[in-house]
């Protein structure tokens, strides 16, 4: 069996984790409260787990899969990173009203590019903006 901080970075070897989410997959595998956080503080003082750069990878890479701000910030929180970690990661990325505007330009500007912007988590004022146009009543 593998003590906390080994099989933590057993696990960052696949892919990075924000702590907590981290300390959520150590104790599903049983191992002590005590144990994750003395683990926890080892890779954080190693560099290895870093909440602020997992949110800026993490809103990078749905941003790059078109997805709004709304969606970006729940997948953060979820993930248990900081208000203050996610809203750095949404700054280090392209505004939401650019990334919705490519969307737009490839999609469309119809009621269907709206619904699919809003289901992405753009926020509805941006679509509105970029899709509406004056069809407010078309978008259900």
Known sequence: MYDAYELA?????????AAR??????????????????ALERLRAAGL????RYARARARSLAERGAGDAL?????????????????ALASIPAEVERASAIVRRRGDGPRTARYLRAKGFDAEVVAGLVAGGRETELG
């Not at 989410?21 to 191992?31: H, N, V, Y």
């Not at 787990?49 to 602020?52: G, L």
């Open 9 to 17: 970075l057993r696990l960052l070897r696949h892919r990075d984790y």
């Open 21 to 38: 989410e981290l300390a959520r997959r150590l104790a599903e595998r049983g191992i002590a409260e005590e144990s994750v956080t003395s």
């Open 49 to 52: 787990v870093d909440d602020a």
């Open 72 to 88: 970006i910030r729940h997948d953060l929180e979820r993930a248990g990173v900081s208000a203050e970690d996610a809203g750095g």
